[in-house]
């Protein structure tokens, strides 16, 4: 505790292709990069979920020399973390519902006799659902309790996925097991038939949904590729969760280090604003820079190119020099940079170079992320490891030098609404939102609630544009953020307003990369992770 705290290094990135432009591998790269010039580099980095990595995005390990190995463990169950919440979420299931079922079968008196009181719970007011680490539509919607009284309670349910799960919020924000085990106590599951809240606690399972989270609260050491300790803890995903490796990752690694870099998920738009508002608030600690990954490919995208699908081969306006799609796509990456800006922190545009990037592309980037304020390098780490990095690590460094005035887009006390609106407006570029009746009733009756204040505010919306529209590219103008629901997790204590039509669980393509893993039945080893 008394060790000198590192600088604190996020990493994030403009609005991503469906294929993703490389965090990871440039948070890699990064600390490898640190290493070439002898600084003592630490990493965090969340657990790959079974979804992307067998559908269509692949781990999130990083990629060519700038990766976090062993890649077969880290993609593929590590030390069981996600098993640890997937079983500690889905017990708090098995707990209402077989209540339900007890409460509907027994009378007060035979219920008096398992020491159980009636709660009456609401089947029309179920909040949880049930989990899985895999993307499986077919489960988004589903009726359980089809059999007869002994076999549950027939009602409407579903399920969602690990990552987006309240006890994987809670693996990322607690700070210690006495602070986990307080959260988990706080998770709302339903409300029963008066309107009064249901929680974990009230089912007397808060402490065995502990007992399966008490080793994973500890991080998992992993390194790079060129040796600098990773450590990989906690794995929400950042459109529909708070998108951030653990409070307690971090905690660690700035105490170890000179240099301490983090990620957040996706675009500086939700994965940056939930570092910056939601996770700095928690931990107390102030970042010294923040990285804004940045691709030609996804700038020609937001230029106007042709919309990058995965499966399907890139097309001729990615692969030949066009500085004009490029410089139009450009005003997606000045919109990041303008967010980073207004944290107070110094950002650094890394361009993660392709092979079909052409020099006079790299250096528009270049030049365009200098005229608005960031420092920029184009980075070969990929390629190079380290050593294609050092450019990268010379700006990062340089940045942390400078003077840092962060401060967050908004006040603990700022009601509800204004902390959507602001969000909207000055991260997405909103002109306005807009609520459904229902979700209008909800923040209204949050701001009339003094528990309720003192939650954090974690925005739900496409990771695919910077509005809620995932077909909308570039900058767009002219447009207001439809909230359309308004959820609230008291264990991870977040509220959390939805933008548009968004799944908690995830669907699976139709070329998934599981077509293409397999196991070489000789040597035991698995092929076709990337």
Same mark, same amino acid.
């Given at each position: 505790?008394?060790?000198?705290?590192?600088?604190?290094?996020?990493?994030?990135?403009?609005?991503?292709?469906?294929?993703?432009?490389?965090?990871?591998?440039?948070?890699?790269?990064?600390?490898?990069?640190?290493?070439?010039?002898?600084?003592?580099?630490?990493?965090?980095?969340?657990?790959?979920?079974?979804?992307?990595?067998?559908?269509?995005?692949?781990?999130?390990?990083?990629?060519?020399?700038?990766?976090?190995?062993?890649?077969?463990?880290?993609?593929?169950?590590?030390?069981?973390?996600?098993?640890?919440?997937?079983?500690?979420?889905?017990?708090?299931?098995?707990?209402?519902?077989?209540?339900?079922?007890?409460?509907?079968?027994?009378?007060?008196?035979?219920?008096?006799?398992?020491?159980?009181?009636?709660?009456?719970?609401?089947?029309?007011?179920?909040?949880?659902?049930?989990?899985?680490?895999?993307?499986?539509?077919?489960?988004?919607?589903?009726?359980?309790?089809?059999?007869?009284?002994?076999?549950?309670?027939?009602?409407?349910?579903?399920?969602?996925?690990?990552?987006?799960?309240?006890?994987?919020?809670?693996?990322?924000?607690?700070?210690?097991?006495?602070?986990?085990?307080?959260?988990?106590?706080?998770?709302?599951?339903?409300?029963?038939?008066?309107?009064?809240?249901?929680?974990?606690?009230?089912?007397?399972?808060?402490?065995?949904?502990?007992?399966?989270?008490?080793?994973?609260?500890?991080?998992?050491?992993?390194?790079?590729?060129?040796?600098?300790?990773?450590?990989?803890?906690?794995?929400?995903?950042?459109?529909?969760?708070?998108?951030?490796?653990?409070?307690?990752?971090?905690?660690?690694?700035?105490?170890?280090?000179?240099?301490?870099? *983090?990620?957040?998920?996706?675009?500086?738009?939700?994965?940056?604003?939930?570092?910056?508002?939601?996770?700095?608030?928690?931990?107390?600690?102030?970042?010294?820079?923040?990285?804004?990954?940045?691709?030609?490919?996804?700038?020609?995208?937001?230029?106007?190119?042709?919309?990058?699908?995965?499966?399907?081969?890139?097309?001729?306006?990615? *692969?030949?020099?066009?500085?004009?799609?490029?410089?139009?796509?450009?005003?997606?990456?000045?919109?990041?940079?303008?967010?980073?800006?207004?944290?107070?922190?110094?950002?650094?545009?890394?361009?993660?170079?392709?092979?079909?990037?052409?020099?006079?592309?790299?250096?528009?980037?270049?030049?365009?992320?200098?005229?608005?304020?960031?420092?920029?390098?184009?980075?070969?780490?990929?390629?190079?490891?380290?050593?294609?990095?050092?450019?990268?690590?010379?700006?990062?460094?340089?940045?942390?030098?400078?003077?840092?005035?962060?401060?967050?887009?908004?006040?603990?006390?700022?009601?509800?609404?204004?902390?959507?609106?602001?969000?909207?407006?000055?991260?997405?570029?909103?002109?306005?939102?807009?609520?459904?009746?229902?979700?209008?009733?909800?923040?209204?009756?949050?701001?009339?609630?003094?528990?309720?204040?003192?939650?954090?505010?974690?925005?739900?919306?496409?990771?695919?544009?910077?509005?809620?529209?995932?077909?909308?590219?570039?900058?767009?103008?002219?447009?207001?953020?439809?909230?359309?629901?308004?959820?609230?997790?008291?264990?991870?204590?977040?509220?959390?307003?939805?933008?548009?039509?968004?799944?908690?669980?995830?669907?699976?393509?139709?070329?998934?990369?599981?077509?293409?893993?397999?196991?070489?039945?000789?040597?035991?080893?698995?092929?076709?992770?990337?």
């Amino acid at each position: 505790a008394d060790a000198p705290t590192a600088k604190y290094i996020d990493v994030t990135a403009i609005t991503p292709t469906p294929l993703g432009e490389g965090k990871t591998t440039t948070t890699m790269g990064l600390l490898e990069g640190l290493g070439k010039l002898d600084k003592r580099a630490v990493g965090a980095i969340r657990q790959p979920s079974s979804g992307p990595t067998f559908n269509i995005k692949g781990s999130a390990a990083g990629g060519g020399l700038a990766q976090c190995i062993p890649l077969t463990p880290l993609s593929i169950r590590l030390t069981g973390d996600i098993d640890h919440i997937t079983n500690a979420h889905n017990l708090a299931m098995v707990a209402l519902t077989s209540r339900m079922q007890h409460e509907r079968n027994y009378d007060d008196a035979r219920l008096a006799k398992s020491n159980l009181t009636r709660i009456d719970i609401d089947p029309k007011r179920i909040h949880f659902k049930w989990a899985m680490d895999f993307c499986a539509q077919a489960l988004r919607n589903i009726r359980i309790g089809r059999g007869g009284k002994m076999d549950g309670f027939d009602m409407d349910s579903g399920f969602q996925i690990a990552a987006s799960s309240e006890v994987m919020a809670i693996l990322s924000v607690a700070k210690d097991l006495k602070d986990m085990r307080q959260r988990i106590a706080k998770i709302v599951l339903a409300y029963d038939k008066k309107g009064n809240e249901v929680t974990t606690a009230d089912l007397e399972v808060d402490g065995a949904m502990t007992a399966w989270m008490a080793e994973a609260i500890h991080p998992t050491l992993l390194q790079t590729i060129e040796g600098q300790p990773v450590f990989v803890h906690a794995g929400p995903f950042a459109n529909i969760a708070i998108g951030q490796s653990s409070v307690i990752a971090d905690m660690i690694g700035t105490k170890l280090g000179e240099y301490h870099v *983090t990620e957040s998920g996706f675009g500086a738009d939700i994965g940056f604003e939930k570092f910056w508002n939601l996770k700095c608030r928690i931990s107390g600690l102030k970042p010294d820079a923040v990285v804004i990954v940045a691709t030609i490919r996804a700038l020609k995208m937001h230029g106007g190119g042709p919309v990058v699908k995965p499966g399907i081969p890139l097309s001729e306006e990615y *692969t030949t020099e066009n500085l004009e799609l490029l410089e139009k796509g450009c005003e997606n990456l000045i919109a990041h940079i303008e967010t980073v800006k207004k944290s107070g922190v110094q950002p650094v545009v890394c361009v993660n170079h392709f092979q079909t990037d052409k020099p006079a592309e790299t250096e528009l980037v270049r030049k365009i992320a200098e005229q608005n304020g960031a420092l920029a390098a184009v980075s070969q780490h990929w390629l190079k490891g380290g050593e294609g990095a050092i450019e990268l690590a010379e700006m990062v460094i340089a940045a942390c030098n400078r003077k840092n005035n962060f401060e967050f887009l908004y006040d603990s006390d700022t009601p509800l609404g204004t902390r959507i609106e602001r969000i909207a407006r000055e991260v997405y570029g909103a002109s306005g939102v807009t609520y459904t009746d229902e979700a209008r009733a909800k923040v209204r009756d949050l701001e009339a609630d003094p528990a309720a204040k003192e939650l954090g505010t974690c925005m739900v919306k496409t990771h695919l544009s910077l509005s809620h529209d995932p077909d909308l590219k570039g900058r767009p103008t002219g447009w207001e953020l439809p909230i359309s629901d308004v959820l609230v997790y008291k264990g991870a204590g977040f509220i959390v307003p939805v933008a548009g039509d968004i799944k908690l669980m995830p669907g699976t393509a139709s070329n998934p990369a599981f077509r293409r893993i397999d196991v070489d039945v000789d040597t035991g080893k698995v092929q076709g992770l990337f």
